[in-house]
Structures are given as C-alpha cells and as structure tokens.
C-alpha cells in the first residue's frame, strides 16, 4: 500500500511539473539514502556472531536488497564457510528446530541473493564442498538437497566470465 502511494504521487509530479522539475526530483530519490536496519546496528555489534545476524527478521529481504553492511559481513570467510556448511551438513535429531531448519534455509536464500563477489568466491573455493552433500549415503535429505541445488543452479546461471 505504501509503495503504490509512493507510485502515484510520482506519477503525480511528472503530470503537474515539467520535464526538468521531475528530473530533479527523480535525481534525488536515486541518491542511496536507505533507512537504517535493525541488521546494520546487529552488525555494527564488537560481539555479533554469524547467528545473531540471521536471527534479524528481515536478514533475507536485507540480503536481497543487497544491504553493504551484509555483503561485507557475509564476505568474511569464516562467515561464508559456516553459510556453507549450514547446507551441506545435515544437523543431528538431537538439535533444535531452530538450527536444524530456519538457518540452513536463510543461509541458501543468502547464498543465492547475488551479492557481491560471492558466486565467484563460492565457485572458486567452496564448489567441492558444495557438492560434497552427494557422497553422503542414500537416501539424500530432500530439504538440504533442495538448498544444494539451489545454489548449485544459481552458480551455473551467473557463473562469472
């Protein structure tokens, strides 16, 4: 409702003013002003662990919007070895819902929202890891298979070069 609001009240300016006032008017809603996130202030925290950022309600939309504060985050190493793991490593029973489901999930929708240099990292140095989930005896989890070839099938797609 608030986006189609924001639609019309353009399309409102560019019908009353002329050509040059809705040129810089549209000039100024391209300048990279975003409201701050609840992620930015969990990232800009001394002790923030992987974890504590994909417990933010709005990790996934934030990662798709390609928020900076994420990419740099999620492009530490350490960070994108554990986003790895999370779906190629079927956790035990014993685990939480939590852990077991909701992570490995966000971590494939992070894995898969095209940020940064992430693909080409993940093609580079994580390809065999990510395709280890096929040496685990059968029968395969199909919800960790699901995420596996999610990732699988957006590196093919936008393969770099």
């Known amino acids: 409702r608030r986006c189609f609001r924001f639609f019309l009240f353009l399309f409102f300016l560019v019908y009353v003013f002329s050509d040059t006032s ?3 008017i549209l000039m100024f809603w391209r300048l990279p002003f975003r409201p701050t996130s609840s992620l930015d202030a969990t990232i800009a925290r001394t002790d923030v ?3 504590n950022v994909m417990d ?9 919007t390609q ?10 190493p350490e ?4 986003l790895v793991k999370l779906i190629t490593k079927f956790p035990s029973e014993e685990m939480e819902e939590k852990i077991r ?3 490995p999930n966000i971590a494939c929708e992070l894995l898969i929202s095209n940020m940064g240099n992430i ?11 990510l395709t280890s989930f096929l040496d685990v005896s059968p029968p395969l989890n199909p ?11 957006f590196l093919c797609k936008n393969k770099p070069g």
Do not use: H, M, R, W
């Open 49 to 51: 662990t992987l974890f």
């Open 119 to 129: 693909s080409e990292v993940l093609l580079n140095e994580y390809f065999e890891l």
């Open 22 to 24: 809705v040129f810089f």
């Open 67 to 76: 928020n900076p504060k994420l990419c740099d985050f999620i492009s530490i």
């Open 79 to 82: 960070n994108l070895l554990a």
């Open 101 to 103: 489901y909701k992570y």
């Open 143 to 153: 919800l960790f298979s699901s995420f596996n070839c999610k990732v699988l099938n």
């Open 56 to 64: 933010d309600e709005d990790i996934i939309q934030e990662g798709k």
